[in-house]
T-cell receptor, first 116, second 115 residues
Framework: GAVVSQHPSWVICKSGTSVKIECRSL??????MFWYRQFPKQSLMLMAT?????????EQGVEKDKFLINHASLTLSTLTVTSAHPEDSSFYIC????????????FGPGTRLTVL | AQSVTQPDIHITVSEGASLELRCNYS??????LFWYVQSPGQGLQLLLK??????LVQGIKGFEAEFKRSQSSFNLRKPSVHWSDAAEYFC?????????????FGTGTRLKVLA
């Protein structure tokens, strides 16, 4: 149980285009989802926290207009990287939590984004 | 602000040797602590977690960790390392926020296992 999927697993795009990454909880309802970014050989940095039906809460330094997060249902959150540039190339990982008082997150397998 | 420190960026051990990965945290209340493992290009797999109770926690793959409040530590141990344990290991603390918990990760320790 508690499986989280991400799609696509990798994507290559041209500079200036937008890319959407999906995060799905497959066997539970995720009240809260999180988006992380991981640069090569570095740790995971939390980008934003999203609650179903609400606006996402972005961490300091994360551009909300560049990284659009939508959490329209209890099983799906999307991250759209708008007008992507090479510096946005990274490994993006989502996680999901079943409930407001639940203190464990379940992680997706990640999406490798390469912007040419 | 909460923080997690993993002092060792790289650790190399021989297969069959014991292993200890260090993790220190800064947190005002009783922390929720986690250890995750990440293989190259993969997501995170939970090894074990501590919420309360017994301070020695058993996890998967033969790993265990001990919560020591006096030292603000949550070190990960394994008595005999296997070559397949080579990976990146992350310690994390759960911080309550807006009715849920967000994770603060340490910088990670990359484990290399010698045959």
């Amino acid at each position: 149980g508690a499986v989280v999927s991400q799609h696509p697993s990798w994507v290559i795009c041209k500079s200036g285009t937008s890319v959407k990454i999906e995060c799905r909880s497959l066997d539970f309802q995720a009240t809260t989802m999180f988006w992380y970014r991981q640069f090569p050989k570095q740790s995971l940095m939390l980008m934003a926290t999203s609650n179903e039906g609400s606006k996402a809460t972005y961490e300091q330094g994360v551009e909300k207009d560049k990284f659009l997060i939508n959490h329209a249902s209890l099983t799906l959150s999307t991250l759209t990287v708008t007008s992507a540039h090479p510096e946005d190339s990274s490994f993006y990982i989502c996680s999901a939590s079943p409930g407001s008082s639940y203190n464990e997150q379940f992680f997706g397998p990640g999406t490798r984004l390469t912007v040419l | 602000a909460q923080s997690v420190t993993q002092p060792d960026i790289h650790i190399t051990v021989s297969e069959g040797a014991s292993l200890e990965l260090r993790c220190n945290y800064s947190y005002g209340a009783t922390p929720y602590l986690f250890w995750y493992v990440q293989s190259p290009g993969q997501g995170l797999q939970l090894l074990l977690k501590y919420f309360s109770g017994d301070t020695l926690v058993q996890g998967i793959k033969g790993f265990e960790a001990e919560f020591k409040r006096s030292q603000s530590s949550f070190n990960l141990r394994k008595p005999s390392v296997h070559w397949s344990d080579a990976a990146e290991y992350f310690c994390a603390v759960g911080e309550p926020t807006s009715g849920t918990y967000k994770y603060i990760f340490g910088t990670g320790t990359r484990l290399k296992v010698l045959a």
